[in-house]
């Protein structure tokens, strides 16, 4: 056992799947932030719990050489990136371990194919979608990134996993909240106004969308605040209040306010519009979702023939990129606004033969089925808890020749490949796919063929 406030030299033996070092002392699991596994360090005894110890570094006896330096001046404090501490080829590594353990240990899917990591040539400055937090500091308002495990919002004047224009929208809604003593939210008494600064930016048509989230449906002199973001921000097309009066961690609410501009804006991939609404889900990484979308198309094989599902379709993005080489293309979304963009974005894009429902992919899907409705290859991308059961039984019925199945989690996906493999599936490969650089998070597509 370890006692708190000991001090030991420790090896790092692995990491832990977000990204902690791992050691032992006499077989008790030693958690380090900032370790990376093969590296000697000195650490003392920070926590411990039941069946694991956490500790800090105090020395470095023997550092890694998958070690670099963080370039973010707030690393250490900021909750958003946790691998800067290692150089970019030594994460993608680690994601794919994270894969093939996950697959193992829950899947029991020791033996399949896991590809290395596809990585970003330029891992910096990818992300479409900025979330800053707005409250008050120690010296007035700040906005930021919320810090490890803790709602302390860490300032940061800019950050390098985001496009330069998010960094200068949330600069400019600062100063106007300063400048016009606009009060800030506060989520312990739930007074003040605004809760957050979310941006949307169109990587390839350069649209810029602000939105602001609101505890009311008025924003005080908000013309001064539209004024400074037009006269500074190119490509603004659309600035929208979002008004959220609950407590609780769910950043955007359901009502949303033009103040200026567009409802929504429009972004391309792979050659087809798509629109941008406040409250629909659009993959974060534009240049990396095209690698992950052309190797689920891939993955799905098609010869022109098949009916489609793409289930959890969000604005229908993966069903439209695969309308060409299908005979039809279903898609289901929960979010009843992605599902009429996913509408226009077919209409917009000449594709006639996609048609989009809304509701639960474990209801519609039964329903479909009941009436006769099929798939030949059905692709999933669920959210982070994975598909629900009854979902993957109908398709169990259903009996698809593929599924093409996008994760965002492996643990959800090694148990729902455990499923479909016990039910006459066979899990053929897995490509993990680098769509957050620099945290631990890792996306995967998986392609499933079923048993003759
Ligand atoms: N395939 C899309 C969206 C993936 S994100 C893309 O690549 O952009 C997951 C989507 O699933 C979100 O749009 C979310 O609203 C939706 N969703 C979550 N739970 C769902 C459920 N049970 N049934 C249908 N859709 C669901």
């Not at 692995?14 to 650490?43: C, L, N, S, Y």
């Not at 109908?394 to 729902?416: E, F, G, H, K, Q």
Request: net charge neutral.
């Amino acid at each position: 056992m370890v006692r708190k406030d000991e001090i030991l030299d420790l090896e790092i033996t692995g990491m832990t799947h977000e990204g902690m070092g791992v050691g032992k002392k006499d077989g008790f699991a030693i958690f380090v932030q900032g370790a990376v596994d093969g590296e000697k360090v000195g650490v003392k005894i920070i926590k411990v719990l039941k069946s694991y110890a956490v500790a800090r570094i105090e020395a470095f006896i023997e550092k890694s050489s998958h070690r670099q330096e963080p370039f973010c001046p707030v690393y250490k404090r900021c909750g958003g990136c946790s691998l800067q501490h290692m150089t970019y080829a030594k994460t993608l590594a680690f994601k794919r371990q994270v894969v093939v353990d996950n697959l193992a240990r829950i899947g029991s899917l020791s033996d399949v194919r896991v590809h290395d990591t596809l990585g970003m040539a330029e891992p910096i400055n990818y992300r479409n979608k900025a979330q800053y937090p707005v409250g008050m500091g120690k010296s007035g308002p700040v906005a930021g990134f919320f810090a490890r495990r803790s709602h302390e919002i860490v300032e940061a004047p800019s950050c390098a996993i985001q496009h330069p224009l998010s960094d200068k929208a949330k600069d400019i809604v600062l100063g106007y909240i300063k400048a016009l003593n606009i009060p800030v939210y506060n989520e312990t008494t739930g007074h003040g106004i605004i809760r957050h600064v979310v941006t949307k930016v169109g990587f390839n048509t350069g649209e810029v969308m602000i939105i602001i989230v609101a505890t009311k449906p008025e924003l005080p002199k908000a013309n001064k605040l539209i004024y400074r973001l037009k006269r500074d921000i190119p490509g603004l097309a659309s600035v929208i209040l979002n008004v959220n009066p609950k407590p609780g961690n769910v950043i955007l609410g359901d009502r949303n306010i033009t103040l200026f501009g567009k409802d929504t804006i429009q972004d391309t991939l792979g050659g087809l519009a798509f629109e941008i609404s406040p409250l629909s889900f659009y993959q974060v990484n534009p240049a990396q979702t095209e690698v992950l979308y052309q190797k689920a198309v891939d993955y799905a094989h098609l010869q022109g023939n098949e009916t489609v599902f793409d289930l959890y379709c969000g604005i229908g993005t993966i069903g439209l990129f695969a309308a060409s080489r299908a005979k039809k293309v279903i898609g289901v979304e929960v979010v009843p606004e992605a599902v009429e963009a996913a509408k226009s974005n077919a209409k917009h894009n000449g594709i006639e033969n996609a048609e989009f429902y809304a509701g639960l992919a474990e209801e519609v899907v039964p329903e479909l089925y009941e009436k006769g409705i099929k798939a030949d290859v059905v692709f999933v991308d669920p959210p982070r808890k994975g598909c629900d059961e009854n979902l993957l039984k109908t398709l169990v019925d259903m009996a698809p020749s593929r599924i093409v199945y996008v994760s965002c989690n492996p643990s959800t996906l090694a148990r729902d490949l455990k499923f479909l493999t016990g039910s006459g599936f066979q899990v053929e490969e897995v490509q993990p796919v680098d769509m957050f650089p620099w945290s631990e998070h890792v996306e995967c597509v998986v392609r499933i063929q079923r048993e003759n």
